[in-house]
Nanobody, 116 residues
Framework: QVQLVESGGGLVQAGGSLRLSCAVS????????MGWYRQAPGKQRELVAV???????NYADSVKGRATISRDYAKNTVYLQMNSLKPEDTAVYYC??????????WGQGTQVSVSS
């Protein structure tokens, strides 16, 4: 089992920045991929960014150049730094972990609201 707890969401003006954190606990050594997803009202959950065990990252086109995902193994935490935020970035952001047999775990989500 893997437990994920997100934090760092909030209300920010367009053009501002936020750093989301995801504290990871449990069977950490079996986690292969960590990621951030988001879900806006009335829309499907979508991938924002992922980071593989070796450090390879991948981003949605909508956030490329504005988002950075990183993982601190010493703190068992994954971060998502979001800059130049836009109103369309407003969503609930979820942390996701996948283990070596591709079982997925989700956090409870953290709300990010961007005002114009």
């Amino acid at each position: 089992q893997v437990q994920l707890v997100e934090s760092g969401g909030g209300l920010v003006q367009a053009g501002g920045s936020l750093r989301l954190s995801c504290a990871v606990s449990g069977s950490i050594l079996r986690v292969n991929v960590m990621g951030w997803y988001r879900q806006a009202p009335g829309k499907q959950r979508e991938l924002v960014a992922v980071i593989m065990r070796g450090g390879v990252t991948n981003y949605a086109d909508s956030v490329k150049g504005r988002a950075t995902i990183s993982r601190d193994y010493a703190k068992n935490t994954v971060y998502l730094q979001m800059n130049s935020l836009k109103p369309e970035d407003t969503a609930v952001y979820y942390c996701n972990a996948r283990n070596t047999i591709n079982v997925a775990y989700w956090g409870q989500g953290t709300q990010v609201s961007v005002s114009s």
